[in-house]
């Protein structure tokens, strides 16, 4: 069994909250068993839209699992568009592996827009076209890049 123990603890500098994070994992000799830290970044709303980001270092050194090094950064903005709400955030990361010394490139795009089709003492039914672009290099042996257009309807009763 693997158990992964969590400790965060946010702390506001005047209007930036920072919430440093680390992460670890206690598990059975041979398995896996990552480390990670890092910190999220709130900023005060600017022009109604709220900015954030997190930047994350992560490792797993047994041996028998997999050792690899790796880390994350993701930028991320939300707030309201006229009737809906725009989210957008990017992220771009990288993991390197101890076999073969091979390094993953991955970077994340994602846009969506939520808007409000109808809302009564009943529910609501909001719908949310997203695009979604993915990129994924490994080092001279991969070159890989989706785009996605998705449209989410979610319907809520009361």
């Known amino acids: 069994d693997q158990y992964t123990f969590d400790a965060s603890y946010p702390v506001t500098f005047g209007g930036i909250k920072v919430t440093p994070e680390f992460l670890y994992t206690v598990a059975d000799e041979g ?3 990552p480390m990670t830290y890092g910190a999220a970044i709130n ?4 022009a109604g839209f709220g ?4 930047a994350g270092m992560s490792s797993q050194s047994v041996e028998d699992a997999g050792k690899y090094s790796g880390w994350i ?3 991320k903005l939300a707030g309201k568009v006229g009737p809906g709400a725009l989210t957008a955030w990017y992220d771009i990361a990288a993991t390197t592996y101890d076999v073969g010394d091979v390094t993953n490139n991955f970077s994340y795009l994602w846009l969506s827009y ?9 529910g609501a039914v909001t719908i949310a076209p997203t695009y979604r672009l993915v990129s994924h290099k490994i080092d001279d042996v991969k070159d890989y890049s989706r785009a996605k257009l998705e449209v989410t309807t979610q319907i809520t009763f009361k």
């Open 51 to 54: 900015v954030s980001a997190f």
């Open 114 to 122: 939520t808007y409000t089709l109808h809302k009564s003492d009943m």
């Open 73 to 75: 950064v993701r930028a």
């Open 31 to 33: 398995d896996a068993a």
């Open 43 to 46: 900023l005060p709303k600017v």
